[in-house]
């Protein structure tokens, strides 16, 4: 069965480093999302992209942030300036035309020190 | 606002015994519902979904949920729980037109032998 796939799966880096998220959707679907869990908090939307634009964002998703598809397989996410705060689990979801289940990647557990 | 409660953290159920997670939900439009179990690292995998029709929905491993818009709730239920399912359930809304899910805090199932 096809997956959402995610590199890497535990990221650590350092305070004021850029850090990007790599996602590999399911190959037919059209709509990306990224999500992220704060530890011990909810599952929280961050961005969606369609037709190589992004879609909606939420108010998390500020300047530091941005998502690219570069090659049309490949969905990242970038942090430029890490911050502690940024520290989380990150989900990568894709779904596609006629059906609006999201599928989900394992996610990136991304620790800033 | 949108949003998804689910008041339950944690639940211990010993095997065999039924299984019920309650999922409150406040949505301005027709909701989409869903149910996801995340084991440990692992990624969300869709249990079940609500879009309309029967108010009862199937999904995978036997469980199954009911839908009831006069009380804003699609709880989840299994009639008897195996040791495998202890996993943490997310309950999340949606509406039409591919757009973010909103996801509920999770409840953390412990499945005593």
């Known amino acids: 069965e096809p997956e959402v796939t995610q590199t890497p799966s535990h990221q650590v880096t350092q305070m004021g480093q850029e850090v990007i998220l790599h996602c590999v959707p399911i190959?037919?679907?059209?709509?990306f999302y990224w999500y992220r869990q704060i530890l011990g908090q909810k599952v929280e939307f961050l961005v969606s992209?369609?037709?190589?634009?992004?879609?909606?964002k939420s108010e998390i998703f500020d300047d530091q942030f941005s998502v690219e598809r570069p090659d049309g397989s490949n969905f990242t996410l970038k942090i430029r300036s890490t911050k502690l705060e940024d520290s989380a689990m990150y989900f990568c979801?894709?779904?596609?035309?006629?059906?609006?289940?999201?599928?989900f990647g394992p996610g990136t557990r991304l620790t800033v020190t | 606002a949108q949003s998804v409660t689910q008041p339950d953290i944690h639940i211990t159920v010993s095997e065999g015994a039924s299984l019920e997670l309650r999922c409150n939900y406040s949505?301005?439009?027709?909701?989409?519902l869903f149910w996801y179990v995340q084991s440990p690292g692992q990624g969300l995998q869709l249990l079940l979904k609500?879009?309309?029709?029967?108010?009862l929905v199937q999904g995978i491993k036997g469980f199954e949920a009911e839908f009831k818009r006069s009380q804003s709730s699609f709880n989840l239920r299994k009639p008897s729980v195996h040791w495998s399912d202890a996993a943490e359930y997310f309950c999340?809304?949606?509406?039409?037109?591919?757009?973010?899910?909103?996801f509920g805090s999770g409840t953390k199932l412990n499945v005593k032998p």
């Open positions: 979801a894709s779904t596609s035309s006629g059906i609006y289940e999201q599928y």
């Open positions: 190959s037919n679907h059209l709509y």
């Open positions: 992209f369609y037709n190589n634009e992004i879609s909606e």
């Open positions: 949505y301005g439009a027709t909701p989409y």
């Open positions: 609500y879009f309309s029709g029967d108010t």
């Open positions: 999340a809304v949606s509406g039409y037109n591919f757009n973010k899910f909103y």
